[in-house]
């Protein structure tokens, strides 16, 4: 597997577990507030990971940390990911994917091998402005079917929107939460122009905490529990 990033320890990427978080390369979206643009294309192959170096390194956590997420860039587009949560399994440690859901028969596979704890899937934007915010031509029942697939599991999930005011409106969550209708857990994810796939959103702002919680109160009367970050 294609490995660009390697987080030896993070408290807040698993829910209430110690987690070490691996970086794939290469994603299908170009959504501009990207903060990770480092690892979609740019990390030259010489500069990738050794697999079995950072599972040598994994086994050396054992009892020290609870899981291991996988996380990107996008996972899905690896081809060797099956494997790579198959042998995270037998270390015996939890398992958590972060996707942007492009990949339903992926994911649906990975949750049937039962290979996965956990899920955290992106969601850009209510399903017809996803082009737009993540700016290729994507086909977006494959976004509806994932999100169908993670309602429907037996494993733990989350649905998660970094929030960008000029790019996201109070109608745009509305149908964000018509969408998740009935779903279990939706995080608001207050957007930090650190570090961002375009420049020019270096200069872009969120939403302040009282409209965030007009937000969330609104979002309330779709999903079950939705929380700001």
């Given at each position: 597997m294609q490995i660009a990033g390697l987080q030896k320890s993070s408290l807040v990427d698993y829910p209430s577990k110690i987690a070490?978080?691996?970086f794939t390369l290469g994603c299908n979206f170009?959504?501009?507030y990207c903060h990770n643009p480092n690892i979609l294309t740019a990390v030259s192959t010489n500069k990738l990971f050794d697999e079995a170096a950072v599972f040598d390194f994994l086994k050396t956590r054992k009892g020290k940390i609870d899981a291991v997420v996988v996380s990107g860039g996008e996972p899905t587009?690896?081809?060797?990911?099956?494997d790579f949560f198959k042998k995270l399994k037998e270390l015996g440690f939890l398992t958590k994917l972060d996707t942007n859901g492009s990949s339903p028969k992926i994911l649906e596979y990975l949750?049937?091998?039962e290979l996965l704890n956990y899920v955290a899937m992106d969601i850009k934007a209510p399903i017809e402005k996803y082009?737009?915010?993540?700016?290729?031509?994507?086909?977006?029942n494959n976004i509806l079917k994932s999100i169908g697939i993670l309602k429907n599991s037996k494993i733990g999930y989350e649905f998660r929107t970094t929030t960008v005011k000029s790019q996201l409106s109070f109608e745009d969550f509305e149908n964000i939460g018509k969408m998740l209708c009935c779903t279990e857990n939706y995080y608001l994810q207050k957007f930090k122009p650190?570090?961002?796939?375009?420049?020019?959103?270096?200069?872009?702002?969120?939403?302040?905490?009282e409209e965030f919680l007009k937000i969330k109160t609104m979002l309330l009367k779709y999903i079950k529990n939705v929380y700001i970050r």
């Open positions: 070490a978080v691996v170009r959504c501009p587009l690896q081809k060797d990911l099956g949750i049937k091998e082009k737009e915010i993540a700016r290729v031509n994507i086909d977006t650190d570090i961002t796939l375009n420049p020019d959103f270096a200069k872009e702002k969120t939403y302040s905490d």
